[in-house]
């Protein structure tokens, strides 16, 4: 089957504006993970949602960034009024249950984000 | 709060020699480690999780809890190991990770 997607996979926008990142997860995993790469750095956790649980917004940098999620469906992450800081890759990754910690997370390919 | 480190950038080997990727946590707790790997142009994988004591490609890792450390192995190199390699941590039930900031591993004829 489908693996997790992700659109657009690149965003070039100017600062101030904002952006909608999407995500496909996989079907029947009903937890889902935004993650930020930034250049020459690891990966930072954002957000995390687990099935119909309040999401953990633990990873969030500000409160310019925000996500939803549809069920156990679509996520969107949306960045308000974008910093050039904000400009990284975007990873997706979803599990079939986000409450054993040892569950594999499968990766989109992420959306490269560039803000001018 | 935990943290993963990976000292090396870049590791250089030539094939057939053996690899070692180094990988330190700090975690109170019992964590759950992992390796992902990312090759050329494809998107980030599982390698290998602690808790499966598994080998996979030939890599395999030893979760040292006394060192705190869960280092990468493999005896032989081969020129398809070539990749980016993100040690990871994931603590309690929530499952997300931490991940250290990786190690490009190229391997060389």
């Known amino acids: 089957g489908a693996g997790v997607s992700q659109s657009p996979s690149n965003k070039v926008t100017e600062k101030g504006k904002d952006v909608e990142l999407r995500c496909d997860p996989i079907?029947?995993?009903?937890?889902l993970y935004w993650y930020r790469q930034r250049l020459g750095q690891g990966l930072e956790f954002l957000i995390y949602?687990?099935?119909?649980?309040?999401?953990?917004k633990s990873g969030l940098p500000s409160d310019r960034f925000s996500a939803e999620r549809t069920g156990e469906s679509v996520s969107t992450l949306t960045i308000q009024r974008t910093q050039q800081e904000d400009s990284a890759v975007y990873l997706c990754?979803?599990?079939?249950?986000?409450?054993?910690?040892?569950?594999?997370?499968?990766f989109g390919p992420g959306t490269r984000l560039t803000v001018l | 709060a935990q943290r993963v480190t990976q000292p090396e950038k870049l590791l250089s080997v030539f094939k057939g020699a053996p690899v070692e990727l180094k990988c330190n946590y700090s975690?109170?707790?019992?964590?759950?480690l992992f390796w992902y790997v990312q090759y050329s142009r494809q998107r980030l994988q599982l390698l290998l999780r602690?808790?499966s004591r598994e080998s996979i490609k030939g890599f395999t890792a030893d979760l040292n809890k006394g060192e705190t450390s869960f280092h990468l192995k493999k005896p032989f190199a081969q020129e398809e190991d070539s990749a980016m390699y993100y040690c990871?941590?994931?603590?309690?039930?929530?499952?997300?990770?931490?991940f250290g900031t990786g190690t490009r591993l190229q391997v060389t004829l």
């Open positions: 975690y109170s707790g019992s964590p759950e």
């Open positions: 990871a941590l994931s603590t309690g039930t929530a499952s997300k990770l931490t």
């Open positions: 949602f687990q099935g119909n649980s309040a999401p953990d």
């Open positions: 990754a979803s599990s079939r249950t986000g409450t054993r910690s040892y569950n594999e997370q499968f």
């Open positions: 079907s029947g995993h009903t937890a």
């Open positions: 602690h808790i």
